[in-house]
């Protein structure tokens, strides 16, 4: 029960149930006039808008792969070098790298929204130049310029989808990003195996024009949706997140909206007290350490490989496996379906069985798949007209993609946001995935090249790479699985060595540990300073309504 005051002596009861109507009544008036949903369906919109970006983001790295195996296109562009082609291919990711820093520079400043628009446009700008390019000049501009594009989008989108979400929803967001993002793969190898009988430009300038629908899809919702209510309590702007909540929230309770409102609030005020310095972060100690393992595992990532199957799969059957062109674009395409397929099961282990087990078996699995593609493919090669070589080596794709799908796709996007502390997650996060951009390019340039060069040797650098692996993330990667961030900090104040193989990694390692009393010094202090917030919270609530 709580007292308005109306006059100069005079004071009114009011229960909570009138406190719930008033804001109720308030709530559905403002929601309405501002955006086209609520509830559900407007959580639902910001998903399509948010997914799109990421199919988008997918579409692009299968796209090129079935572009260079076409006729037409080798023969319009002069047959371009092993070289050559690695370039067109990874100048996208080298603008996506630069997109990444842009977005870490800007992206506070200009709000998620106005980011996902003018990045947008940016893309739009570079799928243009490339559908309509003359020659490789242009070609290569229009990918840069895309890649700009992507890498700023892909830096937002995911950031405005989980703080846009409820609290419930939010675990196993990522996994959900990157099953759309696969889609688009899909997508992507469809359409240009349904092109490949063209046999005039369309054959390749179709493929490009048509994420363009993307760009139409993106610039029509984003606009019409909410901002993210975090950016805006950051700014000082706390009504227009309340109504940003009231709109989102699924619940009609108002106290259940308020409660979110003042939980998140707190949150954001705990976060802006406690953010690291570069110079912190970076001169060693505890928080370097935290900072390189997440960098570790997103460079990891492309170097077990994934990038030269994704971009170059028709590529890798026509020119290793020794298949036709419609016979590696049609298992290209399956097995992007598959691959789609076993990213969407990962939600079912993804969380039961933890980050370690799941990065050294399927890092151990992705070893002997590379093993016997490289061997395949070197019979293969000494045996022109024996089929049974690259129906092997086909076998073992399949087997790392599934592999992949089910560790490795997920878990080192996961792991930079888990692993770094309160206080330097966004530049943590922010340099992993720019990490995983250098080093996607650096991958993807050298394929073509090791293909022509190398031939099966490449694929037998990728399994030496995976094999690798699995004793790195044995010794170093430390289990963040089932663990809140303050259970994460004090981890790492029980286990200050490098080295974790006899660390106890169980989510109640509390339970089994004997310290002194300062050893939780920096995990307490988090805590504590939350129970400040909470507290001062508590007496902001009581001073409005005396």
């Given amino acids: 029960m709580s007292y308005q005051r109306v006059g100069a002596t005079e004071e009114v009861e009011i229960s909570p149930g009138q406190h719930e109507s008033k804001y109720n009544e308030e709530r559905s008036g403002s929601s309405r006039s501002k955006y086209p949903f609520k509830g559900p369906k407007l959580q639902t919109a910001i998903s399509i808008a948010a997914g799109t970006v990421m199919c988008l983001f997918g579409y692009e790295q299968g796209v090129f792969g079935g572009i260079l195996v076409g006729q037409d296109f080798m023969e319009y562009f002069k047959h371009p070098s092993p070289s050559l082609q690695g370039f067109v291919t990874s100048i996208y990711d080298l603008g996506c790298f630069f997109g990444a820093l842009i977005a870490l520079v800007v992206g506070e400043w200009l709000g998620r929204k106005r980011m996902l628009v003018v990045f947008t446009i940016i893309m739009m700008v570079g799928i243009i130049v490339q559908t309509a390019a003359t020659s490789m000049n242009h070609l290569l501009w229009g990918r840069l310029i895309a890649g700009i594009g992507n890498g700023g989008n892909t830096a937002t989108a995911p950031v405005w989808h989980v703080e846009t979400s409820h609290h419930s929803a939010k675990g196993k967001a990522v996994v959900k990003e990157m099953t759309v993002n696969v ?30 629908l993307f760009v139409v899809v993106i610039l029509s919702l984003v606009p019409l949706l909410p901002e993210s209510p975090r950016w805006l309590l950051a700014r000082n702007r706390d009504a227009e997140a309340k109504e940003v909540l009231a709109c989102l929230s699924t619940s009609e309770n108002a106290l259940e909206i308020e409660a979110e409102f003042v ?28 900072l390189l393992l997440g960098m570790l595992l997103q460079v990891a990532q492309q170097l077990t490989g994934i990038n030269t199957l994704c971009y170059f799969l028709p590529l890798v059957l026509h020119k290793s496996v020794g298949l036709s062109e419609l016979a590696s674009r049609l298992l290209a395409t399956g097995n992007a379906v598959s691959y789609m397929l076993a990213t969407a099961a990962s939600l079912l ?47 073992f794709i399949w087997v790392y993609f599934t592999a992949f799908s089910f560790g490795w796709i997920a878990v080192p996007w996961l792991y930079p946001a888990e692993i770094n502390s309160l206080s330097m997650r966004t530049k943590g996060a922010a340099l992993a995935t720019s990490c995983d951009w250098l080093f996607n390019y650096f991958v993807v340039q050298g394929t073509p090249i090791g293909i022509h060069y190398l031939h099966w040797g490449l694929y037998l650098i990728f399994a030496i790479f995976n094999a690798a692996f699995v004793p790195i993330v044995y010794y170093l990667v430390v289990e963040t699985a089932g663990r809140s961030l303050e259970q994460i900090d004090r981890w790492f104040v029980l286990n200050p060595g490098w080295l974790v193989h006899k660390a106890d990694h169980s989510p109640n390692f509390e339970n089994r540990s004997t310290v002194d009393d300062g050893v939780f010094q920096v995990a307490e202090d988090n805590e504590g300073m939350m129970k400040a917030y909470e507290i001062q919270q508590e007496e902001e609530a009581k001073g409005s309504h005396p």
């Fill in 183 to 212: 889609f688009g793969f899909v997508v992507s190898n469809v359409i240009t195996l349904a092109c490949s009988g063209i046999e005039t430009e369309a054959q390749w300038r179709f493929p490009l024009g048509i994420q363009l």
């Fill in 349 to 395: 282990v993804i969380e039961r069985l933890g980050r370690r087990p799941l990065l050294m078996v399927t890092a151990a699995a992705q070893a002997i798949a590379f093993l016997g593609i490289a061997i395949s493919t070197s019979i293969g090669q000494n045996q022109v007209g024996n089929l049974l070589p690259g129906i092997i080596a086909t076998i």
């Fill in 263 to 290: 939980e998140i609030r707190a949150s954001v005020r705990l976060e802006q007290a406690v953010q690291a310095s570069w110079v912190q972060i970076l001169k060693g100690g505890p928080a370097t350490r935290r």
